[in-house]
């Protein structure tokens, strides 16, 4: 996924309940690179911590929370823009492989 396209992939994110849901729900981050794909965009995915998902962190750009609990926010990182999500029982960070 560019760095370009992590805005538009955090309003599907927000206005799309299937793919929020599914990735509430993503228990591998082969799900959660599949979801995205299946949304158009190439990204690699891990799993992270939660409380690497939820610590606070000094480059937020933007988060937010769905109306089905999935908790996302965009950060600045030393290389570039990335993506955390928190799912149900899984958090993961997803970046692009050129960034």
Do not use: Y
Request: charged share 20%; glycine share 10%; net charge negative.
């Amino acid at each position: 996924m560019s760095e370009q396209q992590i805005p538009a992939f955090l309003e599907r994110i927000k206005t799309d309940e299937n793919l929020a849901g599914a990735l509430f729900d993503a228990k591998t981050p082969t799900e959660v690179i599949r979801l995205a794909a299946d949304a158009g965009l190439d990204c690699t995915a891990a799993e992270i911590s939660q409380w690497q998902a939820t610590r606070s962190v000094s480059k937020l750009v933007e988060s937010g929370i769905c109306a089905n609990g999935l908790r996302w926010r965009s950060l600045r990182g030393p290389g570039g823009l990335h993506v955390q999500i928190v799912g149900g029982s899984v958090s993961f960070g997803l970046w692009c492989p050129s960034c």
